[in-house]
């Protein structure tokens, strides 16, 4: 059975960061894009970053691109996301996901987390 579980969500403020952990388990990374994304409630969903399978040119939403950092460590079958200069409109609930497809994970991914909580305080 395939599982993500994300970590590291919490209060924050304004121009701090944070770094949020996936830990999977029923899957290896070494087959699957893996990615994050973002939901605040009554807003629509938003892709915030990918990567593929070879890990080569990662994608970032316009919201954060320059500002957060996805990566992830196969033999752990860990997905992280470091958050930089976080500003209040970063405020959502946090999923990381994976598919066997880049385009897919960014979009309708096969597999989703549960979410963490991020909240950044002006």
């Known amino acids: 059975q395939v599982r993500l579980m994300e970590s590291g969500g919490g209060l924050v403020q304004s121009g701090g960061s944070l770094r949020l952990s996936c830990t999977t388990s029923?899957?290896?990374?070494?087959?699957?894009?893996i990615g994050w994304l973002r939901q605040a409630p009554g807003k629509d969903r938003e892709g915030v970053a990918c990567?593929?399978?070879?890990?080569?040119?990662?994608t970032y939403g316009h919201r954060v691109k320059g500002r957060f950092t996805i990566s992830r460590d196969n033999a752990k079958n860990t997905v992280f996301l470091e958050m930089n200069s976080l500003k209040p409109e970063d405020t959502a609930v946090y999923y990381c996901?994976?598919?066997?497809?880049?385009?897919?994970?960014?979009?309708?991914?096969?597999?989703w987390g549960q979410g963490t909580q991020v909240t950044v305080s002006s």
């Open positions: 029923g899957l290896s990374l070494d087959n699957y894009a």
């Open positions: 996901a994976a598919d066997g497809s880049l385009g897919r994970v960014a979009a309708n991914p096969a597999y």
């Open positions: 990567m593929s399978t070879p890990e080569i040119s990662p």
